[in-house]
């Protein structure tokens, strides 16, 4: 694909600039600088790019990549010279330039730079500024660039971190570490977590816009702290890329930097349902009991981890002798519904005897110590260990192998944990700065952040690339050596990307689950994102909400915290609440530490066990909604779990709260907070909204209270939604529920898109699904439900829809594509009722 844009010099620093679409601007120092001291040169025709890439000093600036671009290719000869200004008509891209100022302008916006000072402003077409920088240097050395924050302006993204919602005020780092209870109440000096994402979401007075600093090594952002007006950005070394995005809507931006960085392929669908979880479970007789438990007490549960005491001695990819016969116990657990994940440390036991590790040596594949010659060795869980070193090719090849062999047996899904890296000895926690990797160039980074062109970033290319290219590895090449400091933020994404690889490895035609604890930008292509560890308090609770959140609208729509709390002890209480609100979060997973206290659904009493399984057999009943939306997620970047402000930017309550969420557009969730909480204040934005309990009405746009009961939390329905439910269920693998309800929420508009797919193969790569537009349109007396044509080449297996048209008063005249149909009516419910039979075509359901 090719891109837009030019490349131009300022004395001293050479930045290119691309115009990868009319609103995604890219800046980077250009590495043909040498050849072209002064020119101002339309860049990148794809022979001109594979010319400059080939080159040795650009071998390094293994970023590069293609990207997406909505331009047409300028005409060779075009726009070359030293003419004062250059138009490419067909794109509306336009080159200004001045002794002093250099002027690119696209359809939606003007990018300004004084060329002696390298100061510049971003506005949009209307004129206003959206972004002015003072001091840019993109170089290696003491890379920087500082903004100017406008009055009001907020700032949100930044991946994973604590603390409120708005960054701004704040300091925060990229370095991706292990840290233990990290609560900014516990720790309010805490800057950095176990993920990096440097991108932020610029809002003010509704008009959101964004910027993206592809460099892995550390990064600084002082967001308003030191100076209240100053958006200070620093990295330890690596100039990088720098991406700006004009918006104008939260969902602008965000779809845009998903394009860029890719979108999370579809998890199997099992992955949706609940994770139950402990470090550890020890022995095959104690997850038996577990699975047993389950299934007695009729809680719903789909997937069981295996943390760290499955192994023998910590040797990674072995099972100890407490799980003897690890096939058939898998085999035995699916049988009952139950998928199996185990953990997976990068670290490798230093053991000389240990398959793993001599087989690691033979390929070469671990990192190396400083100077280059021998591997580094460090502490972690096996004590001794050696790091792969995933930032290779061959290495991942390898890793991917070893876990195929492992997850034969019969896992599921991998669990990557530890992969900062974390180590316990190191000053830093973590590889010291001069280990040395043996990069590929071409993986640089373009593997990790950014996504592959031609939209393998969306799907599983990248990984089966890796995975199908195994048997003709070089086992010798020679990578370039990069200093730790240079890539850390890009180990943990490495490492889910072999891990994604050895999942297709195993089953070549099966979604992969892949959990990992650390990730840099673009993460969401390779795994699931849990936010580490938290604890068992109320604190941690409300915080997890502005975490995930903000991970959500940093692209990774598929996030978690451990319900329950991770250290210390829960409380019946506690858990109740958190399971109630975590069932309506992406990854749904209970997890406990070792020494604390059990944290199953069930070890609280039966009042506790009976508001955890009701508030998991409504996630399974929801399942068809979220199905949609992880469906959305994956074709377009939305998140699945939304702050306010996705939908109401200009709405400044909306834009403050972060006590609430929403899950999709429909559902507005208030979770409950505080112990012995009586009531909670609920903030409802403008529109009508549907008491999910009680179907009570209220007008959006203010604070309304609600009693607080310990059965639920308050659930609130957007006015002219259509929610899909299904039936209960205990698991989800299996035969898809042939009777699909459709909850038709009045007052308002609202549109979604169906999908169905076989839930566990990558057909729907292939185009085996099927979709349609579900349509609700409200017009006074006269209401209409469209579901559009089927598209796809996946036969539905919907057999009926079951249309629930809440807040009724009576049993409606119903027609369906024209033939008048008989409705039923529940008085009590306030529901009118009526089956549809599932046909591809357009359905018409109309009703007076
Ligand atoms: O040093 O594998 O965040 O979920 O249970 C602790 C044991 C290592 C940290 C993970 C946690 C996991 C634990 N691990």
Redesign the pocket.
């Known amino acids: 694909m090719q891109v837009g844009g030019f490349f131009i010099s300022v004395p001293n620093t050479n930045i290119e600039i691309t115009a990868l679409a009319a609103d995604v601007l890219k800046l980077r120092v250009g590495a043909g600088t040498k050849a072209q001291p002064s020119s101002l040169t339309p860049v990148l025709s794809r022979r001109e790019r594979e010319a400059r890439r080939s080159q040795p000093a650009d071998a390094q600036r293994a970023g590069v990549v293609e990207e997406r671009s909505d331009f047409p290719p300028l005409p060779a000869g075009e726009g070359r010279g030293e003419g004062e200004r250059v138009t490419q008509p067909q794109s509306g891209l336009q080159l200004r330039r001045t002794a002093h100022r250099l002027t690119l302008t696209t359809t939606v916006g003007k990018f300004s730079l004084n060329r002696r000072t390298g100061a510049w402003t971003l506005h949009d077409h209307t004129g206003l500024e959206i972004f002015r920088c003072s001091a840019f240097a993109l170089t290696d050395a003491q890379p920087q660039l500082t903004l100017q924050l406008a009055d009001g302006e907020s700032i949100f993204g930044l991946g994973e971190s604590t603390g409120p919602c708005n960054k701004r005020g704040l300091i925060r780092e990229f370095w991706n570490a292990d840290v233990l209870g990290h609560a900014s109440c516990i720790h309010p000096g805490l800057r950095n977590l176990y993920v990096s994402i440097p991108f932020a979401l610029s809002l003010r007075e509704g008009r959101a816009a964004g910027l993206f600093w592809d460099n892995p090594a550390r990064q600084t952002w002082d967001i308003g702290c030191t100076e209240p007006d100053e958006f200070r950005l620093r990295a330890g070394t690596g100039g990088g890329s720098l991406y700006l995005f004009l918006g104008p809507t939260p969902a602008d931006v965000v779809l845009r930097f998903t394009e860029l960085t890719g979108r999370m392929p579809l998890p199997p669908r099992w992955a949706l349902g609940y994770h139950q979880s402990r470090?550890s479970y020890g022995s095959r007789a104690e997850l038996e009991r577990i699975a047993r438990e389950f299934r007695r007490r009729k809680i719903p549960c789909d997937a069981l981890h295996l943390?760290?005491h499955h192994m023998d001695a910590h040797r990674v990819f072995t099972f100890g002798k407490t799980f003897p016969r690890p096939s058939e116990m898998l085999a035995k657990l699916a049988r009952r519904g139950f998928k199996a994940i185990a953990?997976v440390d990068p670290g490798v036991k230093d053991d000389p005897k240990f398959g793993v590790l001599k087989r690691g040596v033979a390929q070469r594949a671990f990192v190396k110590a400083s100077g280059g010659k021998r591997d580094f060795i460090g502490k972690v869980w096996p004590g001794k260990s050696r790091f792969p070193d995933f930032l290779n090719a061959r290495v991942r090849h390898w890793w991917a192998t070893e876990q195929a062999v492992f997850q034969r047996l019969g896992l599921a899904g991998i669990w990557n944990?530890?992969n900062e890296p974390a180590l316990f000895d190191t000053p830093g926690k973590t590889l010291p700065d001069d280990v040395q990797h043996e990069c590929d160039t071409s993986t640089a980074r373009d593997l990790f952040s950014l996504a592959p062109i031609g939209g393998e970033g969306r799907g599983e290319g990248a990984a089966r690339a890796l995975a199908a290219s195994l048997p003709n590895l070089p086992s010798k090449g020679r990578g370039k050596l990069v200093p730790h400091a240079a890539v850390h933020n890009l180990y943990g994404s490495a490492m889910a990307s072999a891990s994604r690889a050895g999942a297709l490895l195993a089953a070549p035609d099966k979604r992969p689950f892949i959990l990992t604890?650390a990730g840099y930008a673009g993460i969401q292509r390779h795994a699931a994102v849990w936010t580490?560890?938290n604890s068992s308090t109320w604190e941690h609770l409300a915080e997890s909400i502005p975490m995930l959140l903000n991970l959500s609208l940093s692209g990774v729509a598929f996030c978690g915290a451990d319900v329950g709390g991770?250290l210390d002890n829960c409380t019946g209480e506690l858990l109740a609440r958190w399971t109630q609100m975590a069932a309506f979060t992406p990854f749904f997973r209970n997890?406990a530490?070792n020494d604390s206290r059990p944290q199953e659904p069930w070890a609280f009493g039966p009042a506790v066990e009976a508001r955890c399984r009701d508030a998991i057999a409504l996630r399974y009943q929801l399942l068809p909604y979220l199905n949609c939306l992880f469906a959305e997620a994956h074709r377009t970047g939305t998140p699945i779990m939304r702050p306010l402000l996705w939908h109401h930017p200009n709405d400044p309550a909306a834009v403050a709260c972060e006590d609430q969420f929403l899950l999709g557009e429909s559902l507005l969730v208030a979770p409950i907070l505080r112990p012995e909480a009586r009531v909670r204040s609920v903030y409802l934005p403008v529109g009508q909204w549907f008491d999910f309990w009680s179907g009570g009405l209220y007008d959006g746009g203010q604070h309304v209270l609600i009693e607080a009961v310990p059965e639920h939390i308050p659930v609130f329905v957007r006015g002219g939604s259509v929610v899909p439910t299904g039936a209960p269920r205990q698991f989800i693998s299996g035969e898809a529920e042939p009777v699909v309800n459709l909850h038709v929420w009045p007052h308002g508009r609202g549109a979604f898109t169906w999908q169905e797919d076989d839930g566990e193969s990558l057909g729907y790569e292939r185009g085996e699904l099927a979709m349609r537009t579900i349509e609700f349109v409200d017009r006074g007396p006269r209401r209409e439900l469209v579901l559009g044509t089927t598209q796809g080449a996946w036969p539905s297996r919907v057999k009926t829809w079951r249309i629930v048209l809440r807040s009724a008063r009576r049993a409606y005249r119903v027609w369906v594509n024209g033939s008048r149909m008989a409705a039923g009516f529940e008085p009590e419910l306030g529901v009118c009722l009526f089956e549809v039979a599932n046909a591809p075509g357009e359905l018409r359901i109309k009703w007076l």
């Open positions: 470090y943390d760290i953990i944990d530890m604890r580490g560890d991770f997890h530490n």
